[in-house]
């Protein structure tokens, strides 16, 4: 057990360690940090003493490990649209990206899980008819359609929820101001997390859906059956267990995958989170707070997949044993 | 009076093209305390009349015709609540293989304790005391300690003695067992079969036990029912139907045994089953392609010598090389096979054997050790025309007909690729003209060649697989299990066939199997393996004689006891 | 050995040989296709977009990107039906006086062929890659998997705006037409090779180990040509119901791309360009900028969703 899990602690620090490289590479060689920087009237040697100042001049390696060194204590360098330090500038919008994306997280599994246990078990029933095309509707609207329909819906037509912005918000720490807490923040946060979560909730019932299937086809349900298990402890106890590996791996995995699609929902609802700060970085070629973004969101993703991996290991004995029997 | 009374069973499943019927009229009855045996070859509809009974016919089966009776109730058509109710309570069930009937993430303790709960009023604790005694009862050691632990954690056997535990949770009066031993090894089989007739006779329990081996039926069961494609054909006590079978179809079944006690020349050909007696055309084989141009030379001493071969397997990985674990397959085996003779491998499974012919088949690469191959060494061979010239002398015929062949190629592809490969024909008609012969040869006509693998069945797949091997004119063939995963009366052709080409074409062969009765019939010495290790080698009326090694003793005495098998189709052929 | 499943699998070769053509009209995969109404309805409506958008010039009634037919004082007309409709533009125009449905037909023919290529882009690099990962194994199949699993960290989405930052931070914006639309499939096929390589490289590791593979390594046949004839083949069933899923979520990604504004350039507008367009018109009432070809996007990735999981249950023998 020990071992699965410093492997994985060792696998999740190499992949921090390829994405720290690429970022750097980003950072340091797509475009010229002092043309970013300085005017077009800058003399050659001003341009010089700068790459001097920033050490541009260092061997890549140096530069590389000062990079790392930064990162980890939140210094990311300036943003060449905005002047000013990338962890401010994204610390500032962080919150409300989190608040977004834990709120369509939510949304997801609470639905999302039920929906595909139900779907599972009752193949033939109606209303898992139901759910299955409604599903595929929800995956075949691209996210940001849905956005529209549900401001020209909600906002525009019955003018019920706004269509941008945070609404209220209250602050609870230096760096975190929180939409929970007040009636206009919460209110805001229903359709943007409505939108952002919907497309993960259908994945997640479809995957749960499928493996519950798989499942049930195994030995050892068939087995279960055959003792006279009552439908109930076959489906909850024996059957439902045994989906959960697969379906922790691929909801990690879409739980990291919001915080990314959280770009296209804030782009929709004007919602001033990091996503935003993203998609103009990339208009505008500001090459730091992308790096930094890149960096971030894979930090994000590795420390999902840890929990999923410890979770695995609660949930199967078969890696709680060290090396059982060959 | 019977517990369990079956009458005119017939089995049905619907489809979109017709109906296809698993079972036909079936009648059977258990007494308490007794072992009906239901033997037949696959698709004979014997897992149908189990899973009818217990009320888990697969989707869309259904029972069209009939009844069946437990302890004078009818249950067929009762509703799926007292069905469920009635399974594990009056009717147990035990299935093939161990390693997936158990739950992986729930504790045997878990597993026991709520199947007992569920059908008798004890309480937690009362149901564990009940379950530890029901451990020691199918003879788990310790079953204080081990009864919470997780199914990873024992082996194959004592899961399947868990699986038995299982199914007597709540006392049954009948067990249905749906070939309870044929996923372990002979040794392990031979200690479950002996804890069911044992359990069986103290428990006064009714056991059905289907199965397609014949040496199970010999050794267990008091009652036989022989059923083919769906219909029961013979019925009755098991002694007699062994002893003196009435249907032609049992006659021929059980002379397609292969006797441990008796070596024949050729085996009976089984010729109740359609299909099987087609005439092989022959062709003469000094003049075709596949008997001329044989330019092997003859060597002096054995074709094939093989000096402390080792192997191991990776079992843990690691950057750094003394972290690595190993598992040793191969032990410094060490052997000889001369020219025309038929050398045979026999042992468990993890014993090494099928390790031994893919390492010298070039298939393996061995950790140590040398292999000749009519004095050339063959494992450090590195020029590619020499290995090529190698490879197309030495061939291999593998286990499973069903893996063997590419499904998405035509059979003339198929057989063609290896002549194409090695260029062993100038032009295509040529290769074609080749290839319509093998497949002939084989027995299986020129019609065959545009087919697709899955038009076949699995003797026939076998046949595609041995003309594939004829294709580079060998002169070594390599058998690996080439029979194990056919029905007994296609392995007797199988086998026949082997013998034949081998006589034609003076083949050498090593011929693997965990079968010491095949064995016997196809070899002329014989290896035992056991844990990587060569443990004799030996004549082969000499290993059953006078066997050496005290394991080749063990396995000789697990052999399933065919005294009372009936000898009139074998001692026609002995005439 | 056992007899569970009800086939005739022991009894002689059920028929004789047939046509190729006998054999697929009788074949359950053909019948599954005609018992499922709204497949076949899938199917239709997939290639009637599909033929409606490759003859977009013959079927359109305007060309949006020829200025002579374009008139800003057409600009904003409601679709037929509705007060101030013009009868020339069925859906209405756009905000430069385009007509809508003309707009849609050519922007279909740009989501769909960056669909195609990409998706064609990362089955040739994902099959590739699996291919040698499974086959080869050792080491070779750890690097490639831990680069598969170090992307996997990055959403298509979030991979496809990055390359195209980088791309714009090394071209500059000068030439922005000629090169986004390559950048665009570049930047979504290599988001979605993972699958592919993850999906053949577990079925090629199946494969692997069957005895028909070490029937021809036995016969002398080198690795190259057993991955390429015998195995490939083998493993192509999962990758053909992943290619059509994909295609779907590549014209997801190809129109979120355009909406968000880094895809393809205005010139040559796409279904996102389009909604993008209409975004700005929806509080102002006119919706159809944006609503109609929104639905155009939906019903083609509707359509080809449908088919895709028809395929996938199709081919899948454990579910029938």
Redesign the interface.
């Known amino acids: 057990m020990f071992g699965f899990i410093s492997r994985r602690i060792a696998?999740a620090l190499?992949?921090m360690f390829?994405?720290a490289l690429i970022s750097f590479l980003?950072f340091r060689f797509?475009?010229d940090p002092v043309n970013q920087m300085v005017g077009v009237e800058t003399t050659p040697e001003q341009r010089e003493a700068l790459r001097q100042r920033l050490g541009l001049n260092d061997p890549v390696l140096t530069q590389f490990f000062r990079y790392i060194w930064g990162a980890v204590q939140f210094d990311f360098g300036n943003s060449y649209q905005f002047k000013q330090p990338v962890a401010d500038l994204i610390g500032r919008r962080l919150p409300a990206t989190l608040e977004l994306s834990f709120a369509s997280a939510i949304f997801a599994l609470l639905l999302g899980i039920p929906m595909g246990v139900y779907t599972g078990l009752n193949r033939d029933s109606w209303l898992s008819k139901v759910f299955l095309s409604v599903s595929?509707?929800g995956?075949?609207?691209?996210?940001?359609?849905i956005g529209?329909?549900f401001?020209?819906l909600f906002s525009?037509t019955l003018q019920w929820l706004p269509?941008f912005g945070r609404g209220e918000v209250v602050q609870i720490a230096p760096f975190w101001d929180t939409g929970f807490l007040t009636a206009s923040g919460l209110k805001a946060i229903i359709l943007p997390a409505i939108t952002l979560g919907l497309y993960q909730m259908t994945l997640i019932m479809r995957l749960i859906r499928a493996e519950m299937?798989?499942v049930m086809?195994?030995?050892?349900i068939?087995?279960?059956?055959?003792?006279?298990?009552?439908n109930r402890?076959v489906y909850y106890?024996?059957a439902l267990?045994?989906t959960m590996v697969p379906v922790i791996t691929i909801t990690g995995?879409q739980l990291?995958?919001i915080i990314?699609?959280a770009?296209?929902t804030e782009?929709?609802f004007q919602w001033p989170g990091m996503g935003i700060l993203?998609?103009q970085?990339?208009?505008n070629?500001d090459?730091p707070i992308?790096a930094a973004y890149?960096l971030l969101?894979?930090f994000i993703?590795?420390v999902i997949n840890l929990i999923v991996d410890l979770l695995y290991v609660v949930?199967?004995?078969?890696l709680r044993?060290e090396?059982?029997?060959? | 009076m019977s517990i369990l009374d079956i009458r005119g069973l017939t089995v049905q499943f619907p489809s979109r093209k017709d109906v296809f019927t698993a079972s036909r009229n079936v009648n059977l009855s258990v007494d308490a305390g007794k072992i009906l045996g239901v033997v037949g070859e696959s698709g004979a509809g014997k897992s149908t009349v189990g899973n009818a009974t217990i009320g888990l016919l697969e989707h869309p089966g259904r029972i069209a015709e009939g009844e069946i009776h437990l302890d004078g109730q009818r249950i067929d058509n009762l509703d799926p609540e007292s069905m469920r109710k009635l399974r594990g309570k009056r009717i147990g069930m035990i299935f093939q293989d161990p390693l997936t009937s158990l739950d992986p993430l729930q504790t045997i303790e878990f597993q026991l304790i709520e199947t007992i709960r569920l059908h008798l009023p004890l309480s937690k604790e009362e149901a564990r005391a009940r379950a530890v005694d029901l451990l020691n009862q199918v003879g788990i050691p310790n079953p204080e300690e081990r009864i919470s632990q997780y199914p990873h954690q024992f082996s194959g056997g004592m899961r399947q003695r868990v699986v038995i535990a299982l199914a007597l949770c709540a006392d049954p009066e009948v067990v249905i067992a749906d070939e309870p031993t044929t996923a372990l090894d002979v040794s392990i089989q031979a200690q479950i079969l002996k804890l069911m007739k044992r359990l069986c006779e103290e428990k006064n329990v009714a056991m059905v036990v289907i199965t397609h081996d014949m040496g199970v039926i010999a050794d267990l069961t008091d009652h036989v029912a022989v059923m083919y494609r769906g219909d029961l054909v013979e019925y009755g006590e098991s002694r007699q139907v062994l002893g003196a079978p009435k249907h032609p179809y049992t006659q021929s079944l059980i002379a397609a045994v292969p006797r441990p006690d008796v070596k024949v020349h050729r085996f009976p050909q089984v010729d109740y089953i359609e299909g099987s007696a087609k005439p092989f055309k022959q062709i003469d084989i000094s003049t075709h392609w596949l008997g001329k141009a044989r330019d092997y030379k003859p060597v002096d001493g054995p074709l094939l010598s093989v000096k402390d071969i080792t192997m191991k397997f990776l079992t843990k990985d690691s950057w750094f090389p003394k972290n690595r674990e190993y598992f040793t397959a191969l032990d410094k085996v060490g052997f000889d096979i001369y020219a025309g003779e038929t050398f045979g491998l026999v042992g468990e499974s993890g014993s090494g054997k099928s390790t031994v012919a893919r390492v010298i088949t070039g298939l393996y690469h061995p950790a140590g050790g040398t292999a000749h191959f009519a004095g050339q060494e063959l494992t450090s061979l590195k020029d590619k025309k020499q290995v090529l010239a190698m490879r197309r002398q030495m061939q291999m015929i593998f286990q499973d007909p069903f893996s063997s062949l590419n499904s998405r190629m035509r059979v003339r592809d198929i057989v063609a690729e290896p002549i194409k490969f090695h260029k062993l024909a100038s032009t295509n008609s040529e290769v074609n003209q080749i290839v319509d012969d093998l497949l002939e040869h084989v027995g299986l006509g020129v019609a065959a060649a545009a087919k697709f693998p899955h038009e076949f069945s699995g003797g026939q797949r076998q046949r595609i697989s041995i003309a594939r091997a004829l294709a580079t004119r060998p002169r070594f063939l390599v058998c690996d299990e080439p029979t194990s995963a056919l029905d007994v009366s296609i392995q007797a052709q199988i086998l026949n066939l082997l013998k034949d080409l081998q006589d034609e074409l003076g083949l050498t062969m090593l011929f693997i199997s965990h079968d010491l009765a095949v064995i016997r019939q196809m070899c002329n010495r014989i290896g035992v393996m056991r844990h990587g290790q060569l443990l004799e080698v030996s004549e082969t009326e000499e290993l059953f004689d006078t066997p050496k090694h005290a394991y080749t003793k063990e396995l000789l005495s697990l052999m399933p006891s065919m005294e009372g098998l009936s000898r009139s189709n074998l001692e026609e052929e002995l005439a | 050995m056992t007899d569970n499943t009800p086939t005739v699998s022991g009894s002689e070769v059920s028929a004789a040989s047939r046509s190729a053509l006998a054999r697929f009209l009788d074949s359950d995969l053909l019948h599954s296709f005609l018992s499922s109404k709204i497949t076949v309805l899938a199917a239709i409506t997939t290639l009637g977009l599909m033929l409606a958008a490759l003859f977009a010039p013959l079927v359109a009634p305007f060309n949006p990107f020829d200025l002579a037919q374009i008139s800003i004082l057409d600009a904003r007309i409601p679709p037929i039906g509705m007060e101030w409709s013009d009868p020339r533009y069925l859906l209405g125009t756009d905000d430069q006086g385009r007509d809508l449905l003309s707009g849609i037909l050519y922007g279909m023919r740009i989501s769909l062929a960056v669909g195609f290529l990409s998706v064609a882009f990362a089955a040739v690099l994902g099959i590739s890659l699996g291919l040698i990962s499974g086959y080869v194994g050792g080491r070779t199949d750890a690097i490639i998997m831990r680069i598969a699993e170090v992307q996997l960290t990055f959403p298509a989405i979030l991979l496809a705006l990055l390359i195209d930052g980088i791309a714009s931070g090394i071209f500059g914006n000068i030439d922005r037409e000629t090169w986004a639309i390559w950048i665009l499939t570049f930047s979504i096929g290599l988001s979605f090779w993972v699958q592919y390589a993850r999906t053949v490289r577990g079925s090629t590791l199946v494969e692997k180990n069957k005895e028909y593979v070490q029937a021809a390594r036995v016969i002398g046949i080198p690795a190259w040509i057993i991955m390429i004839r015998h195995v490939l083949p083998n493993v192509l069933g999962p990758v053909l119901v992943i290619a059509t899923i994909n295609l779907a979520l590549a014209i997801i990604t190809e129109a979120t791309l355009s909406f968000l504004g880094v895809g393809v350039p205005s010139t040559q507008p796409s279904l996102g360009t389009l909604i993008r367009i209409g975004n700005d018109f929806l509080f102002s009432g006119e919706w159809w900028i944006a609503i109609f070809p929104g639905l155009a996007l939906a019903i083609l990735v509707l359509a080809v969703n449908l088919l895709g999981d028809w395929l996938r249950d199709a081919l899948n023998p454990k579910l029938r």
């Open positions: 696998m190499v992949v390829v994405v980003l797509v475009g595929l509707v995956i075949s609207l691209p996210t940001f359609f529209i329909l401001i020209f525009v269509s299937l798989e086809r195994t030995d050892h068939k087995f279960a059956r055959a003792r006279g298990l009552p402890s106890v024996h267990k045994n995995l990291g995958s990314a699609f770009i296209i782009t929709v993203f998609l970085a990339v208009q070629v090459i992308m890149l969101t894979a993703f590795v949930i199967d004995p078969r044993t090396r059982g029997r060959a």
